[in-house]
């Protein structure tokens, strides 16, 4: 995991905000100028906020901790879900699903008996059912799939959430901030930075800029996972 280099961020769009009449105020310390009455952010100022937040996304992946990853903005949704996947992380795609932080309890039974049922079809379990009731079953997967597909190894309240446009996700981070789960989030020059933990200055509308932030996301929480593997493996011999 490398941070990139200022020409590479460039390459990528990283800078480009928005308009300057749709810029957050808070947002002001990471804003280097405007052009053309669009907002140009800070990229040494990114920069710096990605090695922080980096290492701290590392260091809570070496610890065990779960990261999950959360996006409904349909340009981010299969980035997201792919690096999620390569790094071994629950993701949720789709809508949110309103109390999954804040009745967490109610989330988890939902999520077993999802996956009860997905484990029945996959072994062939559910021929004791009749058609009938396989078929309604199957219509259950498939409806539940929408909001708790990728979330199936979510045992315990993650231990925060990575949010490639915060200003897409209001009701997850507002579901955080109440339970005290740490955000780390990419902030473009319309969002309050104030709103989550850790925040990243830098496009959250174009593909180029969204890969690279979430793919370096993705490679920090993978090495944190390796150094998890290798501390488990050394405790053992």
């Given amino acids: 995991m490398q941070i990139p280099s200022l020409v590479e961020m460039l390459e990528a769009g990283v800078h480009f905000g928005h308009k300057t009449s749709r810029w957050h105020p808070k ?16 990229l040494e100022k990114t920069q710096a906020q990605l090695e922080t937040i980096l290492a701290t996304a590392k260091q809570m992946a070496s610890e065990g901790k779960t990261i999950l990853f959360v996006t409904t903005k349909p340009q981010a949704k299969n980035i997201l879900r792919a690096a999620a996947i390569d790094c071994g992380s629950p993701f949720l795609v789709e809508r949110w699903m309103g109390g999954l932080l804040t009745n967490f309890g109610e989330f988890r039974r939902l999520l077993k008996k999802y996956t009860s049922m ?26 539940m799939s929408v909001t708790l597909a990728g979330l199936e190894t979510v045992e315990n309240m993650p231990a925060a959430l990575f949010i490639p446009s915060v200003q897409k ?36 509308d174009a593909v180029k800029s969204l ?17 998890f593997e290798k501390k488990k493996l050394e405790a053992v011999k």
Wanted: charged content about 35%; glycine content about 6%; hydrophobic content about 35%.
């Fill in 169 to 204: 996700e209001k009701t997850a981070i507002m579901e955080a901030n109440k339970m005290g789960v740490p955000v780390f989030g990419v902030c473009d020059s319309n969002a309050n930075p104030e709103k989550i933990t850790y925040p990243i200055p830098a496009n959250d």
């Fill in 211 to 227: 890969t690279l932030i979430i793919n370096l996301f993705a490679a920090a929480v993978k090495e944190g996972k390796a150094e």
């Fill in 27 to 42: 947002m002001k310390p990471f804003i280097h100028t405007e052009r053309a009455g669009v907002h140009v952010l800070d």
């Fill in 118 to 143: 997905k484990t029945e079809k996959e072994t062939g379990e559910w021929e004791r059912y009749t058609k009938k009731e396989r078929v309604r079953i199957d219509k259950q997967i498939e409806k």
